[in-house]
C-alpha cells in the first residue's frame, strides 16, 4: 500500500492519568512516515547500500573534516554528556549514511551524478591529485595519497581551497557539503546520553 497515508491515534488523558469522558482522538495524516517495526523491516530486507565502498570512504573522510572530534581535557568539561559530544566525530554517530541518504534519496538534483563522481576521484589517488592538487603529495611512499590517507589538517586546507576555488562545481560541492553534513548531524536524535 505504496502512498496510503498511516493514520495514528493519540488520546488525550486527564492529568490523573485517567480517561476523560470528553478525551480526543487526534488523527495525524502522514502519507511517507512509516512505524518503527515497517522502518526496521525495510532497512534489514530491503537495503542496498547507496554508495560503493570506495566512495562511503571518500565520505566519512568529508564528513569527519567537517565536524572531528575534539580532545578536550577532563577538568574542562563540566558535564560528561558535553565531553562525550566534543569527542564524537560525525561518523561516529553515522552521519555518512544519513548524508547518503539525503543527497542520493531526499533530493532530486542534476549534479547528482558529478557528487558521485567525485567521491570515487576522491577515493583514488590521481582523482584526489586532480581536485586537491599538491596538497595531497606526500614524503613517504605513496607519494600521492587517495583523500580518505591525507591528514585531517590538510583535508582542512583542501576544503577551504575549495570555498576559494575558481572553478564552480568545487565551489558549489564545497557549498553541498558544508549545509548537508551539519544538518544532518545536528538534526538527528540524541544519542550522547
Same mark, same amino acid.
Given at each position: 500500500m505504496?502512498?496510503s497515508p498511516i493514520?495514528e491515534?493519540?488520546?488525550?488523558?486527564s492529568?490523573? #492519568?485517567?480517561e476523560?469522558?470528553?478525551y480526543?482522538?487526534?488523527?495525524?495524516?502522514t502519507?511517507?512516515s512509516?512505524t518503527?517495526?515497517e522502518r526496521d523491516?525495510n532497512?534489514?530486507n530491503?537495503?542496498e547500500?547507496?554508495? /560503493?565502498?570506495r566512495? &562511503?570512504? /571518500?565520505l566519512?573522510a568529508?564528513c569527519?573534516t567537517f +565536524?572531528?572530534s575534539?580532545?578536550?581535557?577532563?577538568d574542562?568539561?563540566v558535564d560528561d554528556s +558535553?565531553g562525550q559530544?566534543?569527542? &564524537?566525530?560525525?561518523s561516529?554517530?553515522?552521519?555518512?549514511?544519513?548524508v547518503?541518504?539525503?543527497?542520493f534519496?531526499?533530493?532530486?538534483?542534476?549534479k547528482?551524478? @558529478?557528487?558521485?563522481l567525485?567521491l570515487?576521484?576522491?577515493?583514488?589517488w590521481?582523482?584526489t591529485?586532480?581536485?586537491? #592538487?599538491? &596538497?595531497? @603529495?606526500?614524503t613517504?611512499?605513496?607519494?600521492?595519497?587517495k583523500?580518505?590517507?591525507?591528514?585531517? %589538517? %590538510?583535508?582542512?586546507?583542501?576544503?577551504?581551497?575549495? /570555498?576559494l576555488?575558481?572553478?564552480? +562545481?568545487l565551489?558549489?560541492l564545497f557549498?553541498a557539503?558544508k549545509?548537508?553534513?551539519?544538518l544532518?548531524y545536528f538534526t538527528?536524535?540524541?544519542s550522547?546520553s
Amino acid at each position: 500500500m505504496e502512498g496510503s497515508p498511516i493514520v495514528e491515534e493519540k488520546h488525550l488523558v486527564s492529568p490523573q #492519568g485517567l480517561e476523560n469522558d470528553d478525551y480526543f482522538v487526534l488523527r495525524i495524516d502522514t502519507p511517507n512516515s512509516l512505524t518503527e517495526k515497517e522502518r526496521d523491516d525495510n532497512y534489514s530486507n530491503n537495503y542496498e547500500p547507496l554508495l /560503493s565502498s570506495r566512495e &562511503t570512504e /571518500s565520505l566519512v573522510a568529508l564528513c569527519d573534516t567537517f +565536524l572531528p572530534s575534539l580532545h578536550v581535557y577532563k577538568d574542562r568539561v563540566v558535564d560528561d554528556s +558535553l565531553g562525550q559530544l566534543y569527542r &564524537t566525530s560525525a561518523s561516529m554517530n553515522g552521519i555518512p549514511d544519513q548524508v547518503a541518504k539525503m543527497m542520493f534519496l531526499k533530493t532530486e538534483h542534476p549534479k547528482q551524478l @558529478l557528487v558521485r563522481l567525485t567521491l570515487w576521484f576522491l577515493s583514488t589517488w590521481i582523482g584526489t591529485l586532480i581536485l586537491c #592538487g599538491k &596538497t595531497c @603529495l606526500s614524503t613517504q611512499f605513496p607519494y600521492v595519497q587517495k583523500f580518505s590517507r591525507i591528514s585531517a %589538517k %590538510k583535508r582542512e586546507e583542501i576544503l577551504v581551497s575549495w /570555498s576559494l576555488s575558481y572553478f564552480f +562545481l568545487l565551489r558549489m560541492l564545497f557549498r553541498a557539503l558544508k549545509s548537508v553534513i551539519p544538518l544532518a548531524y545536528f538534526t538527528q536524535a540524541s544519542s550522547f546520553s
